[in-house]
């Protein structure tokens, strides 16, 4: 019987780049055929295999119990311990064209691809490890790149705690959704602020330019301009608040510190405050009108540069830099504004329109300033002295006398590490913190802030003693407040204190007696690098990325969400880039 000799009889099996003729019988035809198809560069389409660029199907994999690993286009995987799943469930991961939410967003700039772990919404028991590449070549010098994951509401938020291997991100997640690599795209100098760079009292310095952001009740920065709510039941006055975050006349500045109705920042060498005369500390700019919404140049004395800048409730203080003209100033502390209660550490009560020093023969490396009260830790020994108010023991482990209350510094018993940022206070708390991180704080525990698993019962007397450890933890920085908060040695930021209107941040609007008297993990897994405190209960948290994140109290839109609505936030919620956008003041 005679071959039968078909037009094509080659069978082309494609394994990666190479080409494998495992049968053939033809013409001439047909060689010349297999020629082009291994010369043309869309080799695979002229044979009839598809563009290795286009998306593939994805291959599930059926992972259980016992967990497993399952790996994806361009090496990307996914490796499920033990115990995550309760029911086998197919995984996959697909690089499609196109993600839902589209990636990148605006505020991100894609280092790569966005990759599907599916099936969405699968959560899991405890963390999976997803692997993400990357293109280096895509990512500026001096630039981390992150791993982000979509949510439903459209946005990409960073992956906590994200470390590069290679050209892989890796990251520990707990649902699955798409997931790119990419870092946040810097703000233009002269535009509407994306990422901020400091938080202070719902105020906050904008990355690249410098400028400064506020939002929520701002007195007399906001008065004329912003939203006027009604009356605040705590004080019979109408409270003007920003609802959203709300620029404020350009100030390039290299720090920013808020108090009641007043902001103040720093440049290379000039101390700059706004607020209105109620505020007190704008007096030292020698307008004691100083009208609202303007940035006034605080009188120095000669030769001074302050740094780390601290305020009160209605003063102000920092500390001589290593810049100043004269030298015989760095170290020393220089303090201005209202002095009620001795809080400008000069000996007596009457107000500071003048900046002075205080009253001390030491030389201070960092300081911090509480509602009422502030405290410094001297260069070398890292031994803290404290002023003002006593009320609540922010000073000493007794009381004063009948006014309970210090207009010079007197010492603390105890030691911090010297390092700024290693001492902080706010409201009638101070915190600080040991080169081996351990942390003691002191002042008021009517809520449990000493975390010692005992809260007051609003008897001052309880709260006089010496600082005391928070035991259980080691801590990378820590804010304190009515509820107090800290970033631990392993990344999660933990809360104590006040428990109600959702201060902690965990998921709870509030215990059954409102105090919470050991630390609890925040919501979401964040990975925060600062804090500040909410007016009325909470905080707002910064990402390395520069993106902000608040809980606690919506009172008077101190959220930062442009609506008076959810009253209260018991999870950490994104201040978005379009709430940026909107209003920039004259």
Request: hydrophobic share 35%.
């Amino acid at each position: 019987m005679q071959p039968v000799h078909n037009p094509v009889i080659a069978r082309v099996n494609v394994d990666g780049p190479s080409v494998r003729l495992r049968h053939w019988r033809g013409t001439r035809t047909v060689l010349l055929w297999l020629a082009a198809c291994l010369v043309l560069p869309l080799w695979v389409a002229a044979c009839g295999g598809s563009d290795s660029s286009a998306p593939a199907t994805p291959i599930a994999t059926t992972i259980g119990a016992a967990g497993g690993t399952v790996n994806g286009p361009d090496a990307s995987q996914v490796i499920i311990p033990a115990g995550a799943l309760t029911a086998d469930t197919a995984i996959a991961i697909a690089k499609p064209s196109t993600t839902t939410p589209s990636f990148p967003p605006p505020n991100i700039t894609a280092a790569g691809v966005a990759y599907e772990f599916t099936p969405h919404g699968t959560t899991f028991a405890q963390p999976v490890t997803i692997r993400v590449p990357f293109d280096p070549t895509l990512v500026p010098a001096g630039v981390t790149p992150k791993l982000y994951h979509g949510l439903s509401d459209g946005t990409y938020v960073e992956v906590p705690g994200t470390t590069v291997d290679g050209n892989f991100l890796v990251g520990n997640v707990t649902s699955f959704s798409p997931f790119g690599p990419g870092y946040p795209t810097p703000t233009s100098p002269t535009g509407n602020a994306l990422l901020f760079s400091e938080l202070s009292d719902q105020c906050a310095r904008e990355s690249l330019s410098g400028n400064v952001w506020c939002w929520g009740d701002q007195g007399d920065i906001a008065y004329g301009t912003g939203l006027t709510v009604g009356t605040d039941t705590v004080n019979p006055n109408y409270v003007t608040v920003f609802s959203e975050p709300t620029a404020l006349p350009p100030k390039s500045l290299t720090s920013i510190v808020g108090g009641n109705g007043w902001v103040c920042g720093l440049d290379v060498v000039d101390t700059w405050c706004m607020g209105g005369p109620g505020s007190y500390v704008t007096n030292a700019s020698g307008n004691t009108a100083a009208p609202p919404r303007q940035w006034m140049k605080i009188v120095l004395p000669t030769g001074v540069v302050l740094t780390n800048l601290v305020g009160g409730g209605y003063f102000a203080c920092g500390i001589g830099a290593a810049n100043s003209p004269d030298q015989t100033t760095v170290g020393q502390v220089y303090c201005w504004g209202n002095n009620l209660r001795g809080y400008l550490g000069r000996g007596n009560l009457a107000d500071g329109n003048v900046v002075l020093p205080i009253t001390s023969i030491y030389k201070y490396a960092t300081m911090a300033a509480g509602a009422n009260f502030a405290c410094a830790a001297r260069v070398g020994t890292g031994e803290v002295d404290c002023w003002g108010e006593n009320a609540w023991g922010q000073l000493a482990a007794h009381s004063l006398g009948a006014f309970d209350m210090s207009s010079t510094p007197i010492p603390r018993n105890l030691t911090v590490d010297p390092r700024q940022g290693a001492l902080m206070a706010a409201d009638s708390n101070a915190c600080g913190l040991k080169t081996d991180g351990t942390a003691y704080c002191w002042g008021d525990n009517f809520y449990g802030q000493w975390a010692s698993g005992t809260a007051g019962t609003g008897n001052a007397g309880q709260n006089y003693r010496d600082p005391g450890l928070v035991p259980g933890f080691t801590f990378k920085s820590i804010w304190p407040g009515q509820t107090m908060c800290g970033i631990a040695s392993d990344n999660l930021t933990y809360c104590w204190g006040e428990a109600t209107d959702g201060s902690l941040g965990n998921g709870l609007d509030r215990t059954a007696d409102g105090k919470q008297t050991t630390p609890v993990a925040v919501s979401g897994g964040f990975l925060f690098a600062s804090m500040s405190n909410l007016q009325y209960g909470g905080k707002c948290a910064r990402t390395p990325g520069n993106e902000v994140y608040c809980w606690g109290s919506n009172r008077f839109y101190n959220l930062g969400l442009d609506s008076a609505t959810p009253a209260i936030s018991n999870v950490p919620v994104h201040i978005k880039n379009t709430y940026l956008t909107r209003q920039v003041l004259p």
